[in-house]
Structures are given as structure tokens and as C-alpha cells.
């Protein structure tokens, strides 16, 4: 391989969705497919965004928004061996991989949440992650809470 001439990366063009022309609508829609199947997700995740609009009366992309910035976790711990001792060290992690996190969390947390079905339960579940509550909170406050723990081994990058 040349070393003189090396590849230029160029940004990727993110896709928007149809309706909300979002790209975070996009990114969350492309967490809920499961065996390729697009357009079930779409449906879930529209049927959803309706249900948020009729429960809270307010735009439902705004919720969204909300319910992923409070879920993103400023830093994230992993394990690193020095000396024959494994020690978990906090990391400040970049916003988009945050941003990434946060929806995993919340699709992870809804799909476990008990309901008829996984429209109602994702929409209960960002309802609950705008107010402060809900599995996905919980999880980004245990990883803030193991951060913090384990503040001491943050040198041992």
C-alpha cells in the first residue's frame, strides 16, 4: 500500500427519515430494525412518536431529543490490566458515541419493559427518560456512579 498518497476520509452523508427529516430519527430507527425488516421499524417507531404526541401534547421529536440527551453518558469505564491487576478506568466519551449509547439504552430498556407491544413501550419509555426515570436512566447513573467510584485509576490510561 502507497504511504504517499493515502485516502482522504470524507464524512458520510447521514440519511434523514422520511417524515421527521431527522437524522436522529434515523440512527434510532436503524437500532430498532431486527432481521432487516425496515418497515416494521418504521412503524413501530411512527406509531410510537403518535402515541408520544397524544400522551404529553408536545412535538414528539422535541421528546425524543430530550429523552436521548438525558440518557447520554458523559464517561464510560473500561477495564484495563496493568500489573497483573485489572482496574476499571472512567473515560470521557465523544457526544455522537454518547448519542449512540443512550439510544442502545433506551431500545434495550423498552424492549424489557412489560406492555402489548413494543410501540406503547418505547413510548412510555422516553416519556420516562425526559422525566428523569425509567431503566435507561438507571443505567446511564450506574456508569456515572462506577466512574466516579474508580475516579482514583483515571491516570492508568
Do not use: C
Request: no cysteine; charged share 35%; proline share 4%.
Amino acid at each position: 500500500m502507497s504511504r504517499r498518497n493515502t485516502a482522504k476520509k470524507t464524512k458520510r452523508a447521514d440519511k434523514f427519515d422520511p417524515i421527521y427529516q431527522n437524522r436522529l430519527v434515523n440512527m434510532v430507527l436503524n437500532r430498532i430494525i431486527k432481521h432487516g425488516k425496515k418497515s416494521l421499524a418504521y412503524r413501530i417507531l411512527y406509531r410510537a412518536m403518535k402515541q408520544i404526541q397524544q400522551k404529553t401534547e408536545k412535538n414528539p421529536l422535541l421528546v425524543l431529543r430530550k429523552a436521548i440527551k438525558e440518557v447520554t453518558p458523559r464517561l464510560i469505564v473500561k477495564s484495563r490490566r496493568k500489573s497483573g491487576s485489572t482496574y476499571q478506568v472512567p473515560f470521557e466519551i465523544k457526544p455522537n458515541r454518547g448519542k449512540i449509547l443512550a439510544i442502545r439504552w433506551l431500545l434495550k430498556a423498552s424492549r424489557k419493559r412489560l406492555g402489548p407491544n413494543m410501540e406503547s413501550k418505547l413510548s412510555y419509555e422516553l416519556i420516562d427518560a425526559t422525566k428523569g426515570k425509567g431503566k435507561a436512566i438507571r443505567k446511564k447513573e450506574e456508569i456515572h456512579k462506577m466512574a466516579e467510584a474508580n475516579r482514583a485509576f483515571a491516570d492508568y490510561l
